[in-house]
């Protein structure tokens, strides 16, 4: 089960024989997070980058306030990490936590270096994956300086259905960067 999974993210871009699969599959780390656990705190040196194999993880910003702002959402078959602190190892910008109990596969960013140097098709995929991830937050920055809030939720209802029946109203919010309360109106209004 684990494998299948990865394996089908894996060769939407990239093909593996079965010595390089096998390799592939034998550095991810597999562990369980019961719902609100933390994978990623804010401070800690950012070491994985993250494959949902199933449950639904958060990535947000803790201003000195303490407000959060949700910065990105992973369901199962996506992969999520604070990438400019995993790429430079530093210490995380973003606090990622399980929304639902999730099954998390972890590659470390050793093993990632190395599997660049032993199977450099990897480079293609992971490339592809970082450029897909440029261009949806390239987006979204744009549709948050031209479009109205309720727009952005009507194209976020559009875009991500299954995150939307999963995740908590006051998470929407923070990722639009309203109130819940406002959002509240803009649902309200909908429903009329």
């Given at each position: 089960?684990?494998?299948?999974?990865?394996?089908?993210?894996?060769?939407?871009?990239?093909?593996?024989?079965?010595?390089?699969?096998?390799?592939?599959?034998?550095?991810?780390?597999?562990?369980?997070?019961?719902?609100?656990?933390?994978?990623?705190?804010?401070?800690?040196?950012?070491?994985?980058?993250?494959?949902?194999?199933?449950?639904?993880?958060?990535?947000f910003?803790?201003?000195?306030t303490g407000?959060?702002?949700?910065?990105?959402?992973?369901?199962s078959?996506?992969?999520?990490?604070?990438?400019?602190?995993?790429?430079?190892?530093?210490?995380?910008?973003?606090?990622?936590e399980?929304?639902?109990?999730?099954?998390?596969?972890?590659?470390?960013?050793?093993?990632?270096?190395?599997?660049?140097?032993?199977?450099?098709?990897?480079?293609?995929?992971?490339?592809?994956?970082?450029?897909?991830?440029?261009?949806?937050?390239?987006?979204?920055?744009?549709?948050?300086?031209?479009?109205?809030?309720?727009?952005?939720?009507?194209?976020?209802?559009e875009?991500?259905?299954?995150?939307?029946?999963?995740?908590?109203?006051?998470?929407?919010?923070?990722?639009?960067?309203?109130?819940?309360?406002?959002?509240?109106?803009?649902?309200?209004?909908?429903?009329?």
């Amino acid at each position: 089960m684990m494998q299948n999974l990865v394996l089908k993210n894996i060769t939407k871009h990239i093909s593996l024989d079965e010595n390089e699969t096998a390799y592939f599959l034998s550095i991810l780390k597999e562990k369980k997070y019961p719902k609100r656990s933390i994978i990623l705190k804010e401070g800690e040196i950012c070491k994985t980058i993250n494959f949902v194999q199933s449950g639904t993880l958060r990535a947000f910003y803790r201003d000195p306030t303490g407000k959060e702002s949700t910065i990105m959402f992973a369901i199962s078959d996506w992969w999520i990490t604070d990438m400019a602190c995993f790429v430079n190892q530093q210490p995380a910008m973003l606090n990622i936590e399980a929304i639902e109990d999730s099954l998390i596969l972890h590659l470390q960013k050793e093993d990632l270096d190395d599997l660049y140097l032993k199977i450099p098709k990897f480079e293609r995929f992971f490339r592809i994956i970082m450029q897909n991830a440029y261009i949806r937050e390239q987006l979204r920055i744009i549709q948050n300086l031209s479009l109205t809030a309720e727009q952005r939720y009507y194209i976020f209802l559009e875009k991500y259905p299954q995150i939307a029946k999963q995740i908590k109203q006051k998470q929407i919010a923070s990722y639009l960067g309203i109130t819940p309360e406002f959002l509240s109106m803009i649902r309200a209004q909908k429903n009329k």
